[in-house]
């Protein structure tokens, strides 16, 4: 098989264009085959994470903590805005083109004949790339679920799992005590497993005491307290006190950064890391898309929120904020989420919904987003004050919002990743 791509654009678009061709077979088979075939394995301490909501966060906390404390940290986040480079940091550096075109060959050399998803293939990469770093530890996020997602073909020394939430119904099940099992597979014999959902499901408790999983449970093993200007970590032999609040906004941090400095308490004596290490690694961590916050006027937030659990958090959020006389929304979904869900915790906030069609086939239509809108009870706005208006793309209904926001309003753009990378990559254009 010889003319594969030589640039990281063309190999992507291999990728994809391959991807609509694998029926995807949930097993984790394939994936194995393929990473023994290529001796896939770490040297270091690895910390994966999986969640329905809060997993970045947890991710980014992690890294910035153990890159402040002195350590080669490597990084696999998904999925990307910009660039699919922001999937693989080594040290805090995205991974650079060649490096990535060389794993996907490394890869391809070693599939066969099996056939890999487009993110099968993209993980066994990334994988690769960070295993052959010289790292002292690897931070993998979880996709979809837990337990069938590629990276689980890796042991992780340590498994976080953040919130257990309903989102993706279509593959794994409806229900809490569904999704908690589906999370739970990534747990190991004998290694922590830490929860920092504060009603984890049962189906989790006992797949991880079914296995003899170290389980760590938020409340049991480890908690948090905090008043207006400091928070502390306890954990099962640790105590962290007067830390600053995490740079990530919102209500959800603590759950987040309490799971992080758990991991690390599991670490301890592999990867040290001190007080003031924690500290400076949480003012510091920063995460595209989450609560993000943009400097200037009219006030522009983005966060991706996506299901109802995000959606609730990323409205007290806003009431948090302070005044703004108008809020526009800039807002586009899947057609597989929880709608309705989402809407309702935001309709109170908004006061002039910008509804974008996305770049996926699976993009709920604008159309049919603002008939459930404008049947929305109004409550107190006056006549005119509210509107509802459709855009093809997230671009032209930033723009629009835009246009008409005052400079003491606010703009908040949210609903999926579509939607805010969508208003990124305008913003990004129209900066050059």
Same mark, same amino acid.
């Given at each position: 098989?010889?003319?594969?791509?030589?640039?990281?654009?063309?190999?992507?678009?291999?990728?994809?264009?391959?991807?609509?061709?694998?029926?995807?077979?949930?097993?984790?088979?394939?994936?194995?085959?393929?990473?023994?075939?290529?001796?896939?394995?770490?040297?270091?301490?690895?910390?994966?994470?999986?969640?329905?909501?809060?997993?970045?966060?947890?991710?980014?906390?992690?890294?910035?903590?153990?890159?402040?404390?002195?350590?080669?940290?490597?990084?696999?986040?998904?999925?990307?805005?910009?660039?699919?480079?922001?999937?693989?940091?080594?040290?805090?550096?995205?991974?650079?083109?060649?490096?990535?075109?060389?794993?996907?060959?490394?890869?391809?050399?070693?599939?066969?004949?099996?056939?890999?998803?487009?993110?099968?293939?993209?993980? /066994?990469?990334?994988?690769?790339? !960070?295993?052959? *770093?010289?790292?002292?530890? %690897?931070? $993998? #996020? =979880?996709?979809?679920?837990?337990?069938?997602?590629?990276?689980?073909?890796?042991?992780?020394?340590?498994?976080?799992?953040?919130?257990?939430?309903?989102?993706?119904?279509?593959?794994?099940?409806?229900?809490?005590?569904?999704?908690?099992?589906?999370?739970?597979?990534?747990?190991?014999?004998?290694?922590?497993?830490?929860?920092?959902?504060?009603?984890?499901?049962?189906?989790?408790?006992?797949?991880?005491?079914?296995?003899?999983?170290?389980?760590?449970?938020?409340?049991?093993?480890?908690?948090?307290?905090?008043?207006?200007?400091?928070?502390?970590?306890?954990?099962?032999?640790?105590?962290?006190?007067?830390?600053?609040?995490?740079? /990530?906004?919102?209500?959800?941090? !603590?759950?987040? *950064?309490?799971?992080?400095? %758990?991991? $690390? #308490? =599991?670490?301890?004596?592999?990867?040290?890391?001190?007080?003031?290490?924690?500290?400076?690694?949480?003012?510091?961590?920063?995460?595209?898309?989450?609560?993000?916050?943009?400097?200037?006027?009219?006030?522009?937030?983005?966060?991706?929120?996506?299901?109802?659990?995000?959606?609730?958090?990323?409205?007290?959020?806003?009431?948090?904020?302070?005044?703004?006389?108008?809020?526009?929304?800039?807002?586009?979904?899947?057609?597989?989420?929880?709608?309705?869900?989402?809407?309702?915790?935001?309709?109170?906030?908004?006061?002039?919904?910008?509804?974008?069609?996305?770049?996926?086939?699976?993009?709920?239509?604008?159309?049919?987003?603002?008939?459930?809108?404008?049947?929305?009870?109004?409550?107190? *706005?006056?006549?005119?004050?509210?509107?509802?208006?459709?855009?093809?793309?997230?671009?032209?209904?930033?723009?629009?919002?835009?246009?008409?926001?005052?400079?003491?309003?606010?703009?908040?753009?949210?609903?999926?990743?579509?939607?805010?990378?969508?208003?990124?990559?305008?913003?990004?254009?129209?900066?050059?």
């Amino acid at each position: 098989m010889n003319n594969l791509p030589t640039t990281l654009p063309a190999w992507l678009a291999l990728l994809e264009s391959r991807h609509a061709e694998v029926h995807i077979n949930m097993g984790l088979d394939r994936v194995r085959q393929v990473k023994e075939r290529m001796g896939l394995r770490f040297e270091c301490p690895v910390i994966m994470v999986a969640g329905t909501n809060g997993k970045g966060s947890t991710c980014s906390m992690l890294e910035s903590v153990l890159l402040r404390a002195g350590y080669k940290v490597g990084l696999y986040i998904k999925p990307h805005f910009l660039d699919f480079n922001e999937r693989a940091r080594i040290g805090g550096e995205l991974a650079s083109d060649a490096a990535l075109v060389d794993s996907f060959q490394f890869v391809e050399a070693r599939r066969g004949v099996t056939d890999l998803t487009y993110f099968e293939f993209t993980t /066994l990469a990334i994988m690769h790339l !960070l295993a052959g *770093a010289g790292l002292d530890v %690897a931070i $993998l #996020e =979880v996709g979809l679920g837990g337990r069938l997602d590629a990276v689980n073909v890796i042991d992780a020394d340590v498994a976080v799992v953040t919130s257990i939430d309903i989102d993706h119904t279509d593959y794994l099940g409806g229900t809490r005590e569904e999704i908690g099992f589906e999370k739970a597979g990534i747990f190991r014999p004998g290694k922590a497993a830490i929860c920092s959902d504060p009603v984890p499901p049962s189906t989790l408790i006992a797949h991880a005491e079914a296995i003899g999983a170290d389980l760590w449970l938020l409340g049991r093993d480890f908690n948090y307290s905090g008043d207006k200007q400091q928070w502390n970590y306890g954990g099962r032999a640790q105590r962290r006190n007067a830390l600053a609040y995490p740079s /990530l906004r919102g209500a959800n941090q !603590l759950l987040n *950064a309490a799971a992080a400095l %758990a991991a $690390l #308490e =599991v670490l301890k004596l592999e990867l040290p890391v001190g007080a003031q290490d924690v500290r400076m690694g949480l003012v510091t961590v920063e995460l595209p898309g989450r609560f993000q916050v943009l400097p200037g006027r009219p006030t522009v937030i983005l966060d991706v929120a996506h299901n109802p659990h995000a959606a609730a958090a990323l409205a007290q959020n806003l009431g948090n904020m302070g005044f703004h006389p108008y809020t526009y929304a800039v807002f586009g979904i899947m057609q597989d989420k929880d709608i309705g869900g989402v809407i309702a915790p935001m309709a109170e906030h908004v006061d002039h919904w910008c509804i974008a069609d996305l770049p996926s086939p699976r993009s709920a239509d604008s159309a049919d987003l603002a008939a459930r809108l404008e049947a929305l009870p109004h409550g107190e *706005a006056k006549p005119g004050e509210r509107s509802v208006s459709t855009f093809a793309d997230p671009a032209q209904a930033f723009a629009n919002a835009m246009s008409r926001a005052g400079e003491n309003d606010r703009i908040v753009v949210f609903g999926s990743f579509y939607t805010v990378a969508g208003v990124m990559a305008a913003r990004k254009s129209s900066h050059h």
